[in-house]
Each structure stands twice: as structure tokens, then as C-alpha cells.
């Protein structure tokens, strides 16, 4: 009788053995087939955002360059660098004159620094009350 149990012992012990590597088996596949369904949706995901084609930005500000600068700034005799509402209008005419085509309104701004020899434009494009873009200029003569 105690040969019976022990057979009967090692059977059960057999049996979850062999049912829990099968449970085992069946939940490894399950999440391995999941997460493969879930990383392919995020590649297709991906694919469909490169695969658009991308909008070349381009700035309604143009680039100032020094020499742009040289023609516009007046000298007094001494050779300072004359800063006046006179030189602030001429860089803001020039620059509005280069600005490529836009719509809304261009609102501007300056700060002249007298002792470092610099000024600073604001550029502010508005459409309405969303704001497109800024840019500013940091010009040193």
C-alpha cells in the first residue's frame, strides 16, 4: 500500500510538473505574440510619420550679414558709429525691404547699447493673435 501512495505521489508531482510547463509555455507565447503586435503597430506608427514628406522651414526674416551693416552705418569724423532713430530706420527699412512674402503683421522692436557699441532688433510676425515667428538680430559695429 505505501508502494500505491508513493506511485500516486510522484504521479501528481509528475502532473503539475508537466501542467505548469505547459501553462508556462502557453503564457510565454501569448506575451511574446503581444508585445510582437504592439511593437509593429508602433513601427507602422513610425513609418507613417518619416514617411511624409517634410516642409522645408523657411524664415520670412532675411540673414544679415556685416557687410549688409557697413553700408548702412554712418561715421561721424572721429570714425564712431553714429546711433540715432536716423540708423535704427534705415536697418528696419532694409530689412523690411528683404523680408519674403508673409501674411499678418510685422511687429518690431530695438534696444541700443551706447557703451558696447551694440543694438538688438526684435522681429515679431503676428497673424491675428497667434504669434508665426520671431527673430532677433544682435548687431556689434
Excluded: C
Amino acid at each position: 500500500m505505501f508502494q500505491i501512495k508513493k506511485k500516486i505521489t510522484k504521479s501528481k508531482i509528475l502532473a503539475t510538473l508537466l501542467l505548469s510547463v505547459f501553462v508556462g509555455t502557453i503564457f510565454y507565447i501569448v506575451i511574446k505574440e503581444v508585445t510582437k503586435v504592439s511593437t509593429k503597430k508602433e513601427q507602422e506608427t513610425e513609418e507613417i510619420i518619416f514617411d511624409k514628406p517634410q516642409k522645408e522651414y523657411r524664415s520670412i526674416f532675411p540673414e544679415i550679414t556685416s557687410d549688409f551693416i557697413q553700408e548702412i552705418i554712418e561715421k561721424d569724423e572721429s570714425g564712431k558709429v553714429i546711433f540715432d532713430e536716423k540708423l535704427i530706420n534705415k536697418i528696419f527699412k532694409s530689412i523690411f525691404i528683404r523680408l519674403n512674402v508673409f501674411v499678418g503683421n510685422i511687429e518690431f522692436d530695438y534696444e541700443i547699447f551706447e557703451e558696447d557699441n551694440k543694438i538688438v532688433l526684435y522681429f515679431k510676425h503676428v497673424n491675428g493673435e497667434e504669434i508665426l515667428e520671431t527673430k532677433s538680430y544682435e548687431i556689434i559695429l
